[in-house]
């Protein structure tokens, strides 16, 4: 669970901040009670970017990381163009 702190407390107390983060945990910063940003490690981060780049096409397997080649089924599985849904049987 991230430790929530107001803007101003993580700028009281930045340099606390980064070594939790550096320990592996996250800080939710907040404004006015609402989460506005986060301090994660630097591979949660890259984790983030990677399935972000994954988009809707990477699914599952993304989530999961993939396999060894996954990246290549996604690239092609991207450059597929979709159907739309078939039609329905009429009921007289």
């Not at 939710?28 to 972000?52: N, Q």
């Not at 092609?76 to 159907?83: A, N, V, Y």
């Amino acid at each position: 669970m991230a430790r929530k702190l107001s803007v101003a407390d993580v700028k009281a107390h930045f340099s606390d901040c980064v070594r939790r983060v550096e320990a592996g945990s996250a800080v939710l910063i907040t404004r006015h009670g609402k989460p506005v940003a986060a301090l994660v490690p630097a591979a949660e981060l890259e984790e983030l970017e990677r399935l972000r780049a994954a988009g809707p096409a990477g699914g599952l397997a993304s989530l999961a990381g993939g396999w060894k080649g996954s990246e290549d089924l996604v690239k092609t599985l991207s450059g597929l163009r979709r159907t739309g849904p078939r039609p329905r049987a009429k009921l007289n």
